[in-house]
């Protein structure tokens, strides 16, 4: 099966679940639900990098990663555990998002740029060093996805996409209108036009387009303006609604 990456370069709009619960029975779940990526939530789920390494080995290569921050050392953490596509939540300049992508890259003669420490035989992310070509390959499979959650994001954002080794930019609705002063009001429709604006432009760019929407009929909306990367539940958040749905619906 195609790499993930590869789908989403190709232009494949690819549902996605976002993983907060910090439970690997959970995950393994998600990924038998039918969902085309799930995400491990690093940044507001209950994960340190043991707890990411467990949902790894269950879900695989192809999961998601979102890191707590906007850190080289974090970066190399989750690359080094196998895991090839990650998010990095609040990048609101160019020079933050080139460093997050020479932090995923080997120095190379198609990247020199490239800052990853060098370890690959004695991590997990070669096999403990059975991929013996784990380092010459690892450039071409790794998927940085930078998230714009600010107005200041949205103003460099044509910087941004033009970042060399930035592979895609997703937008963080809650964050967004929250920097826009929509703190309780996602729906306020300026934070949704800036969001189509956004989304046009990151297609327009050639990057892969992301968005995060629970709403069925906006995240078909968002497709409609170009995202591909498109994330349309939580497990955190159904379990949720669930639960409570089910207290409602018995009455004794």
């Not at 078909?220 to 159904?238: F, R």
Request: glycine share 8%; net charge negative.
């Amino acid at each position: 099966m195609a790499s993930l990456k590869s789908r989403l370069c190709s232009g494949l709009v690819q549902r996605g679940v976002w993983l907060g619960l910090g439970n690997a029975a959970s995950a393994e779940i998600a990924a038998t639900a039918g969902f085309d990526w799930c995400l491990i939530d690093g940044e507001h789920g209950p994960y340190d990098i043991a707890a990411i390494a467990e949902q790894a080995r269950v879900l695989g290569p192809e999961a998601c990663v979102r890191v707590p921050k906007a850190e080289v050392w974090m970066i190399k953490q989750v690359l080094d555990l196998g895991l090839h596509t990650v998010v990095v939540p609040m990048v609101d300049t160019p020079e933050q998002a080139d460093e997050m992508a020479c932090a995923m890259r080997y120095p190379s003669k198609s990247f020199p740029q490239g800052t990853r420490g060098i370890g690959a035989a004695l991590v997990r992310a070669s096999g403990y060093n059975h991929d013996t070509d784990y380092i010459a390959q690892a450039n071409d499979r790794v998927c940085l996805i930078v998230q714009i959650e600010s107005v200041t994001a949205l103003k460099n954002l044509d910087a941004i996409c033009a970042v060399e080794g930035v592979d895609g930019a997703f937008i963080g609705p809650t964050d967004l209108a929250a920097s826009m002063g929509y703190l309780h009001d996602l729906d306020a429709p300026e934070v949704q036009a800036a969001i189509d604006d956004a989304l046009r432009w990151i297609a327009a760019s050639g990057k892969i387009a992301g968005a995060l929407s629970f709403k069925p009929e906006r995240a078909a909306h968002y497709v409609e303006m170009g995202a591909t990367m498109v994330a349309v539940a939580s497990d955190v958040a159904l379990l949720s609604a669930a639960l409570r749905d089910c207290a409602k619906s018995f009455t004794p």
